[in-house]
């Protein structure tokens, strides 16, 4: 759990993602300090609507830089003046929107309130499956807070989407620490039995399972994959945070897998469906890690060739046992950061310019910025659909789209 400050500047369109962000943050159990100095990251919402703003913007960044511990620059002037941050020799990440809440996370595990309900927002139904873990990762003061996995039986958890369902969801989204591990506290492995009973609801809705640690998953990658394959509900999507490419990195981090096991998913969900996302998490300049181990972790991003991915400086968190190695330097973690980075934006890019030209059935999620709407095709691939009152559009609507463009990390498109 992160301490955060936010700041917002410009319009009405910024303070509505920053509201959105501040939403997804206390979601994943991080909150909110007063000011910088008590917190462990900052996050700059930027505006650039003038040279005067931008001025102003560059020297509040450098005032946040030197107060705390992380900086997150974001908003219009970090999307379209990031090299302005670069050349300002800041030690902070510029991001998307969209990316700021997965990168406060340093890797841990989404952290959701007491108890496990679920919640409505607009048409989005969150379904949290269980609390807890099984892992015991050296970084994370998750654990700390939830404990070992306890899991609800299927059938309770299959009662709530359909109560979420008949309340107007048409997207349910299965979350927690870990969903692949869902069950194991009884000795069993019982996430393709849950995916498939809420499949079977009846009702026209799709399905996101959210984060699922590699060795969760790796034992039911097969069964996995299969249900995928057999529910046109699922979307097409699996979260599998990898951290490093370094077996070396991996076993300081103690995390449960090796990178084996997760290109053995990978593959095999590559042999099993023909279109689908692979998202994933690296950790970048973790105590131990080497300019080899780097290297390692480059040339498995460039294998596996993620979609979306979420790229986290190591910071240390406290009574962590990560916390107590001795650090990498600021400027060796901001340059991997930003080499990695670089190629996620070029991997990124290839595929969204591959989805233009094409059709795609898309779900509309919720409401973007002024008259437009964000969509969702079948592998989760985020399409922006403007002028949507001229198209009649709006959240819960299922329609065809042909992508005519894409802006990185997500493609616009004009119903058909």
């Not at 995390?255 to 084996?260: A, F, L, T």
């Not at 659909?385 to 498109?413: C, K, R």
Request: proline share 4%; glycine share 8%.
């Amino acid at each position: 759990m992160a301490r955060y400050h936010i700041e917002t500047y410009g319009c009405t369109s910024n303070r509505g993602e920053s509201r959105s962000i501040e939403s997804a943050l206390r979601d994943a159990g991080h909150y909110r300090v007063d000011g910088p100095k008590e917190a462990d990251v900052s996050i700059l919402n930027s505006c650039t609507v003038v040279e005067k703003t931008e001025r102003n913007m560059l020297r509040r960044a450098q005032e946040l830089d030197e107060q705390t511990a992380d900086l997150i620059v974001t908003g219009c002037m970090a999307l379209a003046q990031s090299e302005e941050f670069e050349q300002a020799d800041l030690d902070a990440q510029v991001l998307h929107w969209d990316d700021v809440p997965e990168a406060v996370t340093n890797g841990e595990c989404p952290t959701p309130g007491p108890g496990v309900e679920p919640v409505l927002d607009g048409v989005v139904g969150i379904l949290p499956i269980a609390r807890g873990c099984m892992s015991n990762c050296s970084y994370c003061i998750t654990k700390q807070a939830t404990g070992r996995i306890d899991s609800p039986s299927v059938e309770e958890n299959v009662e709530k989407a359909r109560a979420l369902v008949h309340a107007g969801a048409k997207e349910i989204r299965v979350t927690g620490q870990d969903t692949g591990v869902y069950g194991w506290d009884e000795g069993e492995r019982k996430l393709p039995e849950l995916l498939d009973r809420i499949c079977d609801i009846d009702g026209e809705f799709r399905v996101r399972v959210g984060m699922a640690n590699p060795g969760g998953v790796h034992g039911i990658r097969e069964e996995l994959a299969e249900v995928y394959a057999e529910n046109e509900k699922l979307y097409d999507f699996l979260h599998a945070p990898v951290q490093s490419g370094s077996d070396d990195v991996l076993e300081d981090m103690r995390r449960q897998h090796r990178v084996e096991k997760f290109v053995d998913i990978v593959e095999t969900f590559d042999d099993t469906l023909d279109h689908w996302t692979l998202s994933t998490d690296f950790i970048v300049g973790f105590p131990t890690e080497t300019e080899a181990d780097h290297e390692q972790s480059m040339a498995l991003f460039r294998e596996v060739r993620p979609e979306k991915v979420n790229v986290t400086r190591f910071s240390k968190r406290p009574g962590t046992d990560a916390a107590e190695m001795k650090g990498l330097g600021g400027q060796t973690k901001k340059d991997r950061s930003k080499a990695m980075s670089e190629l996620k934006r070029e991997i990124v890019a290839e595929a969204y310019e591959e989805l233009v030209g094409t059709t795609r059935e898309v779900l509309v999620v919720e409401e973007g910025t002024g008259d437009s709407v964000k969509c969702r095709d079948s592998a989760y691939r985020q399409i922006v659909v403007q002028n949507a009152s001229e198209h009649g559009l709006e959240p819960g609507d299922f329609a065809e789209v042909e992508v005519d463009s894409h802006q990185t990390v997500y493609a616009f498109g004009t119903p058909v």
